[in-house]
């Protein structure tokens, strides 16, 4: 774990977009979702579309089981999942600060939510959920990002890809 903590703060503070990375984020959003996607900070977004790329991966493996899946809403669900941190996004620094503090304080610094970067970190999913409300997804598509940081299990298996991304990434 604490190597894979290493590697994200690699991705964090080495992260720049490519042109690939650009067509396929064209590929998967529309304009709305591109405005709030370009709110969030850059490795924010590589970690989205990386995220998104593994979900892509891991239902080809299994497509059997999941074919009544809409392959391009997994994919826009992966890439908006964290969407809820562009409400105000935290900087590298931020970010491992807060993830420091709560491994140290095994999580009771949830109870300051209302300092802005604790709320962001811990509520992101709702927020993204709130911004993304009056667009017209589906509730299994709602669910995905309200839930993506969810330890139960459900019964929503392009949630359950999405997790196994975002958890590898």
Same mark, same amino acid.
Request: hydrophobic residues 40%; charged residues 35%; aromatic residues 10%.
């Given at each position: 774990?604490?190597?894979?903590?290493?590697?994200?703060?690699?991705?964090?503070?080495?992260?720049?977009?490519?042109?690939?990375?650009?067509?396929?984020?064209?590929?998967?959003?529309?304009?709305?979702?591109?405005?709030?996607?370009?709110?969030?900070?850059?490795?924010?977004?590589?970690?989205?579309?990386?995220?998104?790329?593994?979900?892509?991966?891991?239902?080809?493996?299994?497509?059997?089981?999941?074919?009544?899946?809409?392959?391009?809403?997994?994919?826009?669900?992966?890439?908006?999942?964290?969407?809820?941190?562009?409400?105000?996004?935290?900087?590298?620094? $931020?970010?491992?600060? *807060?993830?420091? =503090? &709560?491994?140290?304080? @095994?999580?009771?610094?949830?109870?300051?939510? #209302? !300092?802005? /970067?604790?709320?962001?970190?811990?509520?992101?999913?709702?927020?993204?959920?709130?911004?993304?409300?009056?667009?017209?997804?589906?509730? $299994?598509?709602?669910? *995905?990002?309200? =839930? &993506?940081?969810?330890? @139960?299990?459900?019964?929503?298996?392009?949630? #359950? !890809?999405? /997790?196994?991304?975002?958890?590898?990434?």
């Amino acid at each position: 774990m604490r190597f894979y903590r290493i590697k994200q703060f690699w991705w964090a503070i080495s992260s720049y977009f490519k042109d690939i990375d650009n067509e396929y984020i064209d590929r998967y959003l529309d304009d709305h979702e591109k405005l709030l996607f370009d709110k969030l900070k850059i490795g924010d977004k590589h970690h989205c579309v990386r995220v998104s790329k593994d979900s892509l991966e891991i239902y080809e493996k299994l497509l059997a089981k999941v074919e009544h899946i809409d392959k391009d809403q997994l994919a826009k669900a992966a890439l908006l999942h964290d969407i809820g941190k562009a409400e105000r996004p935290l900087n590298f620094i $931020e970010k491992s600060v *807060v993830v420091i =503090l &709560h491994k140290i304080t @095994k999580g009771k610094i949830r109870r300051y939510e #209302n !300092i802005k /970067i604790l709320d962001i970190y811990y509520n992101h999913p709702k927020k993204g959920v709130d911004m993304l409300l009056h667009y017209g997804y589906s509730e $299994e598509f709602l669910q *995905v990002i309200r =839930l &993506h940081h969810s330890k @139960k299990v459900i019964d929503n298996p392009m949630l #359950n !890809i999405v /997790i196994e991304s975002d958890n590898k990434n």
